[in-house]
């Protein structure tokens, strides 16, 4: 999450100054600047080798063995580089100094090396003999002499040392620079009373003082934010991954006014999302220029937490609400509509038919309607059961539906017997509806049934006759015409005012004399 500190900073800057010196060394050796230590081991070794040729070339010319060793083993004593020594002539070794026959190995081709160097001793015109010297590898390390002398040692003392000085300098300037020093106590006590957490930040956007609330906010001391940039915080939002976006400090810095209300996320360290809610001020100098900013921080992510609550709650009530609501409403259609039809039953049709007769009586609109009953349809029952019956009873329903026009009140009035409400329907209309329902019973049973039947349908028509007519007069007109339908050979659509009408009632009153003589 947030770096270290002050602390942490001087130890990072000072490893990249003396990684920076150690690079600048390399790069000054590597141009020729500093001066080459294995040219210079090459050019000693060079030297020795020479002398120590012309000493014992002497020697050898005066044939004197004894001194040729002498000299061999003071070269190896006094100098370190060289590890053994020896004369060689054809008939064998004639001196040696140090464990020369362990070290020496005879280079290839007889060609000498930085560490086996063979010198030719000459004896007028003729080779005499032949003196080897085994000198020590030039990167050795073998001892803390050797090891000083190689190139190695400057940059690792470099390295070591001057991280050590560049970390104490840095620890003593960082500490005279830190802004919150020259903050009197009873100012900075001051500033850690806020109860909202407040940093203020330079033109750089680094945080140049941080109070304790903004600290608790963080979980971190607040000396740890001195020096660090404000918008490299591990902020959140959904708006940061955006090129356009701006923290509200750095709005204030950009157009020298105030930015009140962003939200910002952070992640505790244990692992929970905190919501803060920002406000940026531009600190501005005597001449109105921006110096920097400051930004105070409202923590309110139990706020939101319970907002959340509420608004997942509210969710609920409302889901529970359209539940009750929709079950209410299913309550509603199995209470005012026939559950095997889907038609309104005849007590909804009652409520719906008293608002349309009041409006066709008070606004003197027409108003009609017809009965409906499937002919012979205990004989379907009879014949069939109940099951066919009841799909006889729906087909007939699904017709009345395909007739009725919005605003129509469709109804099962009982049994196999229905009724269709026409507002602003003429009588003649009404019949017209009713023949085209008939035809379509008629017509279309065959295409669904395969039954050995012709299933047809008998209706009955009436309409609004005068201002005091009722409802009931409407139906009993139409329940009337309907019987008339079915007494005169039924199939038939019977209108309020046909003869038909009046020879059914001269029979239903033949009818009923009878009964009263058998009586």
């Excluded at 040692?153 to 020259?182: K, N, Q, T």
């Excluded at 409202?298 to 509420?310: A, F, G, H, M, Y």
Aim: proline share 3%.
């Amino acid at each position: 999450m947030i770096g270290s500190g002050r602390g942490s900073t001087t130890l990072r800057v000072s490893l990249g100054v003396a990684s920076l010196t150690i690079t600048l060394l390399l790069a000054a050796e590597l141009i020729g600047l500093l001066p080459d230590q294995t040219e210079a081991k090459l050019d000693a070794r060079q030297k020795v080798i020479e002398l120590v040729a012309v000493q014992v070339a002497s020697a050898a010319a005066r044939n004197d063995i004894r001194m040729v060793g002498m000299i061999l083993e003071t070269v190896v004593e006094r100098d370190e580089n060289i590890l053994s020594a020896a004369l060689r002539r054809q008939s064998g070794t004639v001196a040696i100094a140090g464990p020369h026959e362990e070290l020496w190995e005879q280079p290839e081709d007889g060609l000498s090396t930085p560490t086996h160097v063979q010198v030719p001793i000459m004896k007028g015109e003729n080779q005499w003999g032949l003196v080897e010297i085994r000198f020590r590898p030039l990167q050795s390390f073998d001892s803390f002499a050797a090891w000083k002398d190689s190139p190695l040692a400057i940059y690792v003392f470099i390295g070591l040392v001057g991280f050590a000085l560049y970390f104490l300098f840095l620890r003593r300037v960082l500490r005279e620079l830190d802004p919150s020093s020259v903050v009197p106590e009873h100012v900075r006590s001051a500033f850690n009373a806020l109860a909202e957490g407040v940093i203020i930040i330079d033109e750089d956007e680094r945080i140049v003082l941080a109070n304790q609330e903004f600290a608790n906010m963080m979980e971190r001391p607040a000396d740890s934010f001195i020096g660090r940039k404000a918008s490299e915080l591990d902020w959140s939002t959904s708006q940061t991954h955006e090129t356009s976006f701006q923290y509200p400090w750095q709005q204030a810095m950009r157009e020298g006014k105030a930015h009140t209300g962003v939200s910002l996320r952070m992640k505790s360290s244990k692992d929970k999302t905190r919501i803060f809610v920002v406000n940026g001020a531009p600190i501005l100098d005597a001449k109105g220029q921006t110096r920097g900013a400051l930004a105070t921080f409202d923590d309110v992510s139990e706020i939101e937490k319970k907002n959340e609550e509420l608004e997942d709650a509210m969710t609920r009530l409302s889901q529970s609400r359209e539940a009750i609501r929709r079950q209410n409403k299913e309550l509603e259609f199995l209470a005012t509509h026939d559950p095997l039809t889907g038609l309104l039953n005849r007590r909804a049709l009652f409520e719906h038919f008293e608002k349309c007769f009041e409006s066709a009586t008070r606004d003197g609109s027409l108003l009609s309607g017809f009965m409906v009953d499937i002919d012979h349809f205990k004989s379907v029952n009879d014949r069939f059961g109940h099951g066919v019956g009841d799909q006889v009873i729906e087909f007939v329903a699904k017709k009345l539906m395909s007739v009725a026009k919005f605003g129509d009140l469709s109804a099962r009035y009982g049994g196999e017997e229905f009724c269709l409400i026409l507002p602003r329907s003429s009588l003649m209309a009404a019949t017209a509806v009713a023949e085209r329902l008939r035809v379509s019973v008629s017509e279309d049973f065959g295409k669904q049934f395969s039954l050995d039947i012709d299933l047809t349908i008998s209706v009955g028509v009436a309409s609004l006759q005068g201002a005091q007519d009722t409802m009931t007069d409407l139906l009993n007109r139409a329940d009337k015409a309907l019987y008339a339908a079915k007494a005169n050979g039924r199939n038939r659509v019977v209108k309020w005012g046909d003869p038909e009408l009046d020879a059914a009632h001269r029979l239903n009153d033949t009818r009923m004399v009878r009964a009263s003589a058998a009586r």
